[in-house]
């Protein structure tokens, strides 16, 4: 789940878009995810975010419909600037936050793809999904739950328990909870640009990760793999799980990838 960070593209700079051309922003926040969804994206092209940056984005096609995929970075804040930075640069007409997330409750299953019908943080709940795309999405078979987005990160389930009893997840509300997903509706909303959150669940209520995780994190409330993997030297027996749950990561980003293709097929 903590592998090194994506390394470098072509030199070539983001190629200007025809301000005609509607784009779809698909924003991930770890390799993982953005290693599992670009399956999904036929005619790749990719770039660098700047000249000498370490980070690239995606263009291509997914079910014919022009697209930006691109890796935020996890976390809040990176998700928020990056996100912002893809809104402002290119015509985006819709933006799609895929990848992972950890259920809330019982019945959501590993695998199972998700749609936020209601998206909230600590400020509170974002502005509203695009109404057609989530409609679409449900009627594809993803489940429709509201997103809960932490700025820091919850590895045991008995804290995924106490999060859904303090705000009254269950069965019949379902939730799933990430870092990123409020970020990356809130850039969204703030330049009118419809948006849409889909998750696929990769640690159900029972799973847990090694609870020195949440102590490994930068200023910016992201992941510090270095630490992580400083960590692991002297709590080797924590490996396992870790690999384990970058698989289920990199199976749940997949999952979202091929819905993409389906949903996106009905949408042009």
């Excluded at 509607?22 to 700047?50: D, G, N, Y």
């Excluded at 739950?145 to 820091?152: A, M, N, P």
Aim: proline letters at 6%; one cysteine or more.
């Amino acid at each position: 789940m903590f592998a090194p960070e994506a390394g470098c593209g072509t030199k070539r700079p983001p190629r200007r878009h025809d301000q005609h051309e509607q784009l779809v922003a698909i924003v991930t926040a770890m390799p993982e995810e953005f290693e599992a969804v670009a399956k999904a994206v036929s005619q790749p092209h990719r770039r660098r975010m700047a000249k000498g940056a370490r980070r690239f984005f995606l263009e291509g096609k997914i079910a014919g419909a022009p697209v930006l995929l691109a890796m935020t970075g996890d976390g809040s804040v990176r998700a928020s600037v990056s996100g912002s930075f893809f809104l402002g640069e290119f015509p985006v007409s819709l933006l799609v936050g895929a990848g992972a997330a950890g259920a809330l409750v019982p019945s959501l299953r590993s695998a199972e793809i998700v749609v936020g019908n209601r998206v909230v943080d600590e400020e509170g709940d974002a502005a509203s999904p695009d109404a057609e795309l989530l409609s679409r999405a449900v009627a594809a078979g993803a489940k429709p739950v509201t997103v809960v987005t932490l700025s820091k990160l919850i590895c045991s389930s008995k804290e995924k328990r106490d999060l859904a009893s303090r705000f009254g997840y269950s069965d019949s509300a379902p939730a799933v909870v990430d870092t990123e997903s409020a970020a990356w509706a809130r850039a969204a909303a703030r330049r009118g640009v419809p948006w849409l959150i889909l998750r696929a669940v990769s640690d159900t209520l029972e799973d847990d990760l090694p609870a020195f995780i949440a102590s490994c994190l930068s200023a910016d409330g992201s992941v510090n793999r270095a630490d992580v993997a400083r960590k692991l030297i002297v709590r080797p027996g924590a490996l396992p799980v870790l690999l384990r749950a970058r698989r289920r990561v990199r199976e749940a980003a997949a999952g979202v990838g091929l819905f993409l293709e389906k949903l996106l097929l009905e949408k042009i």
